[in-house]
């Protein structure tokens, strides 16, 4: 079964043929990057106007890539939520135009549980798992029972990992988004500047990191007025080493307090060197029973091919959307359509 499907969230216009959720028979990603990096981050209309010029040629290069015909589809699958209104309308109308022309059923899917099927292509999931979600605007644990009974049983309650490598890559004067960079420069440096841990002993499973960001931006900016200047590649290695710390830590508390097959690794933080890791230092060392799937680095950042691959067992589920499918911009995981 051929799924045709699309994302547009945020700002990577992406269509993508995906065979029985398992196979990626072609997967086109349009980055805007370039058009928001002197914006210093992602600007909503910029946005939409760019998913716009560019989903038409990204579908047509996804079907002559994995050389298939509408007529070959089962279906059409689309993000409809979280993430930008405007950008996810250019999706969703693309999708609903498509499964009305060609008689296709419509497949509603969280842009969430996209980035966690991005696991999916590594191998197979086997509930109950747990994943450590890590992207631009989300940092949560999510305890998934069934293919269909999620449960956020952590989460940051300020900004997101990814948010934060964004806003201390701009004091560094790295481009929008700055966490490969950063990634690149921790590997050069060391961890000289013990930045705090925020919440990592605390009883919970909950993140934080706005404190981690102040305490960066205190140092340089302190440093600036005096004149000095400090090693980018030890300021890079020690930021990077306070969130995997923090990450890694709360990942190990939920496998102790929730029993579970497996770890999932997805978002575009996963795709962190330092983090994956330190994920597969921990998890011989702590839970060497639970196996763990790792996002493909290529697939980690917003795709499509992810959200076929979720597309899927939405279909096989049979969950379908009617023609007046709308955007939902703060989309939940209990809410299915
Ligand atoms: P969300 O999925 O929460 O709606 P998003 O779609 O904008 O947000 P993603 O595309 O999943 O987020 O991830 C982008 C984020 O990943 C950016 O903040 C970027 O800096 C970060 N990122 C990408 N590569 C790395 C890396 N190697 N190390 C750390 N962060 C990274
Ligand atoms: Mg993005
Ligand atoms: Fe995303």
């Given amino acids: 079964n051929l799924i045709l499907a699309f994302e547009t969230s945020c700002d990577e216009t992406s269509v993508a043929v995906v065979e029985n959720g398992t196979k990626i028979l072609s997967n086109i990603v349009a980055t805007q990057i370039d058009s928001h990096q002197r914006f210093g981050g992602v600007v909503p209309e910029v946005a939409s106007r760019h998913h716009i010029e560019w989903i038409t040629r990204c579908t047509d290069q996804a079907l002559a890539e994995a050389n298939v015909s509408y007529d070959d589809l089962a279906g059409v699958a689309v993000t409809y939520g979280p993430g930008l209104v405007g950008s996810l309308l250019i999706g969703v109308t693309a999708a609903k135009s498509t499964a009305w022309a060609h008689h296709l059923p419509l497949i509603p899917v969280n842009h969430m549980t996209g980035h966690l099927y991005a696991a999916r292509y590594v191998g197979e999931f086997k509930y109950p798992q747990m994943a450590l979600l890590v992207s631009g605007g989300h940092t949560e644990l999510v305890y998934m029972k069934s293919e269909h009974e999620f449960e956020i049983v952590g989460e940051t309650r300020d900004d997101a990992a990814g948010e934060a490598y964004d806003k201390i890559g701009r004091v560094l004067g790295v481009n929008y988004p700055a966490g490969k960079t950063i990634d690149e420069w921790a590997a050069k440096g060391k961890d000289t500047f013990h930045f705090p841990r925020a919440m990592e002993k605390e009883d919970n499973l909950d993140f934080s990191f706005s404190g981690l960001k102040s305490a960066f931006i205190n140092t340089v900016h302190n440093a600036e007025q005096r004149g000095e200047k400090l090693n980018k590649y030890d300021l890079a290695a020690s930021f990077q080493q306070s969130v995997v710390d923090v990450l890694a830590e709360k990942t190990m508390r939920a496998l102790d307090q929730y029993p579970v097959k497996q770890l999932i690794l997805a978002g575009g933080v996963a795709a962190n060197h330092g983090l994956r890791s330190r994920l597969e230092h921990d998890m011989q060392k702590y839970h060497p029973d ?48």
């Fill in 290 to 337: 639970v196996t763990m799937l790792q996002a493909p680095l290529k697939l980690c950042g917003d795709n499509a091919a992810m959200i076929g691959a979720a597309g899927y067992m939405d279909y096989e589920h049979g969950d379908r959307a009617k023609l007046d499918l709308n955007a939902e911009p703060g989309l939940m995981y209990s809410e299915k359509n």
